[in-house]
Nanobody, 113 residues
Framework: QVQLVESGGGLVQPGQSLRLSCVAS????????MSWYRQAPGKERELVAS???????YVANSVKGRLTISRDDAKHMVFLQMNSLKPEDTAVYYC???????WGQGTQVTVSS
């Protein structure tokens, strides 16, 4: 049974940082590109960042320079470091194994003063 479990979300003020984590089980983690998506209220889910290997990453233009994706294949984990957070970053953030139907349950990030 495949499971993706996110953690690390919370309520922060603008300009602060958060680090999201996702731990995977039940799949051969290292062979999958991993992605972070987010969905804000009333909006469609959007791709934020994805990683195949440390040298092969994608970050959406809207968050480039503030968000960084990384992975630890030995621990079956993928991370999203979010710096200089803005209110428009408020959303539920989901971990996803690219090319599959495997999604986490999501972790809420709220950026508000």
């Amino acid at each position: 049974q495949v499971q993706l479990v996110e953690s690390g979300g919370g309520l922060v003020q603008p300009g602060q940082s958060l680090r999201l984590s996702c731990v995977a089980s039940g799949l051969t983690f290292s062979i999958y590109a991993m992605s972070w998506y987010r969905q804000a209220p009333g909006k469609e889910r959007e791709l934020v960042a994805s990683i195949n290997s440390p040298d092969s990453t994608y970050v959406a233009n809207s968050v480039k320079g503030r968000l960084t994706i990384s992975r630890d294949d030995a621990k079956h984990m993928v991370f999203l470091q979010m710096n200089s957070l803005k209110p428009e970053d408020t959303a539920v953030y989901y971990c996803h194994a690219s090319g599959t139907n495997f999604w986490g349950q999501g972790t809420q990030v709220t950026v508000s003063s």
